[in-house]
């Protein structure tokens, strides 16, 4: 009986997660550099950092930040499907709105069904309610997958 | 245009456990590029257990410490002989290289002695017999590398 798909399954899926911080695009750059096969699928995924909190603020300021959030968002996503066409791959900007980043990233990893995870060590810090780390950290002990955790060393 | 695809020197720590068997089988599977990998396998041998022989209140008899260094470097020579066993079967063509110390530091000194482009460590290992909690050197190597890390988890 003939097979269907007679290539081994040498192409993965790769999810990376971005950030407005600079380790994202090192870290995306370092992941074409030294990781890419050609064939594989990659997922730049965004989530947003979410403080705004509709109960504490007036509905004008929330709409005021919503704008401000998604303007990054977009800014964001211009610069890195620009970095993926330079660096001539085809990658899908998916952004995913949710509390827990960490969650929201390994949710995506198993839907995918993801060959690895891509994460920095640093996020945002400024308004995250989370440690710098966690994360990283908690993407790393959830994940179903192997996770590269591209550490800059910073100068 | 044709980027000159470049070298890469891959660091896999390995303690003979079945999550680093399973590391390295993940990176032969859907990593290992023959033409441009230098492939080592780090094993750290942790004397600690052996040197601390006793109890803090009685004094350490030096031969049964001398012996179970000898025991634990006897276990390392056959964890070695295994694991160029298990590079051979998993088509990859690697250097086995032992370390002596503290495994989280013995592999971040080392990455960055062999200039290493990133580290493949298990996030379990020998959990069992080892006094530390599973998962801590794979932490400790993530927090102190310099170059990128993928932690398995099987």
Request: glycine share 8%; charged share 25%.
């Amino acid at each position: 009986m003939a097979e269907g798909n007679t290539a081994p399954s040498s192409t993965g899926c790769a999810v990376i997660a971005i950030d407005d911080g600079e380790q994202s695009l090192w870290a995306f750059n370092w992941y074409v550099t030294n990781f890419h096969k050609p064939g594989n699928k990659v997922i730049l995924l965004h989530v947003p950092e979410s403080y705004i909190n509709a109960t504490t603020m007036s509905p004008g300021r929330v709409m005021e930040l919503q704008r401000e959030s998604d303007g990054k968002t977009t800014d964001l996503k211009q610069k890195f499907i620009d970095k993926a066409s330079k660096l001539g791959i085809e990658a899908e900007f998916r952004v995913e709105n949710a509390d827990k980043p960490g969650h929201a990233i390994v949710d995506v990893a198993q839907k995918e069904n993801a060959t690895f995870v891509v994460t920095g060590t640093r996020g945002m810090g400024k308004f995250r309610r989370t440690i710098m780390g966690s994360v990283s950290d908690f993407v790393v002990h959830h994940a179903h997958c192997p996770v590269l955790v591209c550490r800059h060393k910073d100068k | 245009m044709a980027d000159s695809v470049n070298k890469r020197k891959i660091m896999i720590a390995m303690d003979g456990s079945e999550y680093s068997e399973g590391a390295l089988k993940w990176f032969a599977k859907n990593m290992y590029q023959k033409d441009r990998d230098e492939v080592i396998v780090l094993h750290v041998t942790d004397h600690r257990n052996s040197s601390s022989f006793g109890s803090n209140w009685m004094p350490v008899d030096p031969t049964m410490v001398h012996m179970a260094y000898k025991e634990e470097e006897e276990k390392a020579k056959v964890a070695i002989k295994k694991l160029d066993a298990i590079l051979m079967d998993a088509g990859v063509q690697g250097n086995v290289v032992r370390a002596h110390g503290i495994p989280g530091e013995q592999i971040i000194q080392k990455s960055e002695e062999l200039g290493v482009t990133m580290i493949i460590i298990a996030s379990r290992g020998l959990g069992k017999i080892r006094r530390t909690i599973l998962g801590s050197v794979s932490d400790y190597v993530v927090h102190h590398s310099s170059v990128p890390v993928i932690v398995c988890r099987h």
